[in-house]
């Protein structure tokens, strides 16, 4: 195998020298570093990462733990990080963590040594306590409730989108909206309801227990809670679904049960996730910005990495955007502004 030394050799400059032309990390004139890559280019070096790691202290990895990597929402934030990080001059190791605080402080400690940093979604832990974080170890919460000084976050605006969608629904005249519930102990699930009760109380309307379901974010889990919504009496007029997994469930469970949408019961999702607009009829959402969700996530998690994570926490919100289309009553899609 080709080694270091055998670069600077047939070069004929030192070990040093080829090092810093390689690492970018010094300076070296323009003639040398153009010999030099030409030698490394025509042996085929490629540079060991573990060595080359313990010297400059860097892996030029990220880690991201996310608590499942199954379906479109998962694979756009994927998308965006990766494609920053590459942007870079990064790669990412992504594993699958349990949402809890023991499983993701576990993965992180595994991790610790094998990444610069790592993006963390954890959005079923609480606010009641910080997580334990690795000394020295850059950490970006991605869709937590913010939490202590060992980590940044950053969130969506959950409220500002759940209140728009369903401010939009009492517009068109309904009164009795119910609502498909996320997971239990979910942050992002439980911004959701309160945007929806704060949008039903805003406009003069109480919340009704009878009209909310739990679904736990997933198409099957809205299939079933449409269903238990069908039964209420008297029956709800339309459905906000926390997500649009769930509203997908929803509106096939509605198509078998024989209710025509939105004639007889208008749906709303959550996401915006792109099957949303090829559903028949095409769904009103809340636009989550995805990729950018990801993309912006591994830009804090860089400049913590750059700056020696000594910078103050920082605490970031994306914004969201009400899109209108055919399943809530709407003759053709249009886009607003959440807050």
Same mark, same amino acid.
């Given at each position: $195998? ?7 050799? @047939? ?8 090092? =810093? ?28 990462? &573990? ?5 400059? =202290? +860097?892996?030029?990895?990220? &880690? ?11 694979? @756009?934030?994927?998308?965006? $990080? ?15 963590? %349990?949402?809890?605080? %023991?499983?993701?402080?576990?993965? !992180? ?11 963390? !979604? ?35 605006? *959950?409220?500002?989108?759940? +209140? ?16 498909? +519930?996320?997971?239990?102990? *979910? ?5 959701? !309801? ?9 406009? &003069? ?9 739990? &679904? ?39 198509? @078998? ?7 007889? !019961? ?10 949303? =607009?090829? $559903? ?7 636009? #989550? ?9 591994? @830009? $804090?998690?860089? %400049? ?19 899109? #209108? ?15």
């Amino acid at each position: $195998m080709v080694t270091i030394k055998d670069v600077a050799r @047939e070069a004929g400059v030192s070990v040093a020298t080829v090092s =810093r032309v390689l690492n970018g990390s010094g300076p070296v004139s323009e003639l040398t570093g153009q010999r030099i890559r030409e030698v490394a280019g025509r042996l085929r070096y490629v540079p060991h990462g &573990g060595a080359r790691s313990l010297i400059t =202290r +860097k892996t030029q990895t990220l &880690g991201v733990l996310l608590p499942d990597l199954y379906g479109e929402f998962f694979s @756009e934030v994927i998308r965006g $990080m990766d494609d920053t990080a590459q942007r870079h001059g990064f790669h990412l190791l992504i594993s699958r963590a %349990h949402a809890d605080r %023991h499983g993701i402080e576990t993965a !992180m400690r595994a991790m610790r040594g094998r990444v610069d940093g790592v993006v963390a !979604m954890s959005p079923d832990l609480g606010a009641d306590a910080p997580l334990d974080v690795p000394a020295a170890l850059p950490v970006v919460l991605l869709c937590s409730a913010p939490r202590g000084d060992g980590a940044d976050s950053l969130t969506i605006d *959950n409220q500002g989108g759940s +209140k728009a969608i369903v401010g939009h629904l009492i517009r068109l005249g309904h009164t009795r909206i119910a609502i498909i +519930k996320g997971a239990s102990r *979910n942050y992002d699930a439980a911004e959701r !309801m309160r945007g929806y009760r704060v949008a039903l109380r805003a406009a &003069g309307i109480t919340p009704d227990p009878s009209l909310a379901t739990e &679904g736990g974010f997933t198409e099957a889990g809205g299939y079933a809670a449409a269903l238990e919504l069908l039964k209420v009496k008297p029956r709800p007029t339309a459905i906000f679904a926390a997500n649009d997994s769930m509203a997908i469930g929803a509106l096939s469970a509605l198509r @078998e049960s024989g209710v025509r949408v939105p004639e007889e !019961m208008a749906v709303a999702g959550f996401d915006d996730i792109p099957l949303a =607009r090829y $559903m028949d009829p095409p769904l009103s959402t809340v636009r #989550v910005p995805t990729y950018e969700l990801g993309a912006r996530a591994v @830009e $804090m998690l860089l %400049h913590c990495v750059r700056n020696g994570n000594d910078d103050a926490r920082r605490r970031e919100r994306v914004s969201t955007e009400l899109v #209108v289309r055919r399943s809530c009553g709407a003759g053709s899609a249009r886009r607003t502004p959440s807050s």
